[in-house]
């Protein structure tokens, strides 16, 4: 018998060139609101064509803290914001479901943290996308570094769904080769790890095909062509679908992996999955061979053996310039051993995997990727 699912979607879903405009109408006479963003993503809000009071918090790093969201917190306590608009890629986007739910409460994140523990929300949450990679926009889910035991704190919530969210290519024409590359990447594992998970479910399956597709004919165009409008909107489909995933199903070993990559090694969230991605991929081929075949496919190659598998799809990011070595990347051979102890208690996502893995099995991969 299939698990039953609860499927969790914005209430408004706007796709396509320019629509980033139609923000300020749909979110009415706000007295103030709250926009948070990046220095590089705060130059598109004059796009939102907001109406009132327009207060902006733009000190989000890569892989945003406890810290951060307090400091986010203490301006929206200030600002007291009707809504609440998140202008950027996955780590604003967290921040602003986060600021959303907590501003007005008397509950703290370690209140929420874990599942369905948010008491509600009194105001409206824009989630505005300018990367193609993480989903955030599409989801319930929230992750912030505790930086005292350098691990993710997630907090999942149907509250923390947004009313408006929008997919406007235009917003991701100067992410750079690099970036939409890794980020691309990510947006693919996010789909596949819920394809091949032990939880999959058949509808969620729909969305994740969907998702690896698109990730297999135009991520290499947008790379090529930071313009392409097709290309570009395609790719934001595909990350809001990977999005979806992530609702009723989530990720498994390949993003518990990647995890201790970006707390601890600093890399960003997107280049971290990418490096991962074809290890795990080729590590589960034995347990789920169909569905492996299915994305080896799609992205343009055969599942004939997990080796072939870890070389393609290897080739398969490195056609995009990325850099799979953890070691370019300063990376350290004796701090291995302790990323893979962290990765493999990471028992919420590790459980899913549709292959069981040891601590040696995950230190083997890192020592592939070195």
């Not at 917190?73 to 604003?92: D, E, H, I, Q």
């Not at 600021?99 to 009194?122: I, K």
């Not at 969210?165 to 080769?177: I, K, Q, R």
């Not at 208690?345 to 549709?354: E, I, K, T, V």
Request: aromatic share 6%.
């Amino acid at each position: 018998m299939t698990a039953f699912i609860t499927l969790h979607q914005p209430r408004r879903l706007l796709v396509g060139a320019g629509t980033i405009g139609q923000v300020g109408g749909l979110v009415g006479d706000a007295q103030a609101t709250l926009v948070i963003a990046t220095p590089i993503t705060a130059s598109f809000i004059d796009r939102l064509q907001l109406r009132g009071k327009v207060e902006i918090f733009d000190a989000i790093p890569g892989e945003p803290d406890v810290a951060t969201l307090e400091a986010a917190l203490a301006v929206a306590r200030k600002v007291k914001p009707n809504v609440v608009v998140g202008l950027g890629g996955g780590s604003v986007l967290d921040v602003a479901k986060l600021v959303a739910v907590l501003w007005d409460s008397e509950q703290t994140l370690a209140d929420v943290a874990g599942p369905n523990r948010v008491a509600g929300r009194n105001i409206q949450l824009v989630q505005i996308a300018t990367t193609a990679g993480t989903g955030s926009e599409a989801g319930i889910r929230s992750l912030i570094t505790d930086p005292v035991k350098g691990a993710k704190i997630a907090v999942e919530s149907p509250h923390m769904i947004a009313d408006i969210a929008v997919l406007d290519p235009e917003l991701t024409f100067s992410v750079p080769p690099a970036v939409t590359a890794a980020t691309g990447v990510d947006a693919m594992a996010h789909c596949v790890e819920a394809f091949t998970n032990k939880r999959a479910h058949p509808m969620i399956d729909g969305f994740a095909r969907m998702g690896f597709r698109l990730v297999g004919k135009y991520l290499a165009r947008a790379v090529k062509d930071g313009s392409d409008t097709e290309a570009r909107e395609a790719m934001m489909l595909a990350s809001y679908y990977g999005g979806i995933c992530l609702g009723p199903v989530n990720t498994a070993a390949g993003h518990a992996i990647a995890y201790p990559l970006g707390t601890r090694l600093g890399l960003p969230h997107g280049l971290a999955n990418a490096i991962v991605f074809p290890h795990v991929l080729a590590f589960n081929q034995p347990v789920v061979r169909d569905k492996t075949a299915e994305v080896a496919e799609a992205l343009g190659f055969v599942a004939s053996s997990p080796e072939a598998i870890l070389e393609n799809g290897r080739r398969f990011c490195t056609d995009l310039n990325i850099e799979m070595q953890l070691s370019r990347h300063g990376a350290k051979d004796d701090a291995l051993a302790a990323y893979a102890t962290e990765a493999h208690s990471n028992r919420r996502l590790m459980d899913n995997n549709p292959a069981d893995m040891s601590v040696d099995d995950v230190l083997s991969i890192y020592k592939a990727a070195y």
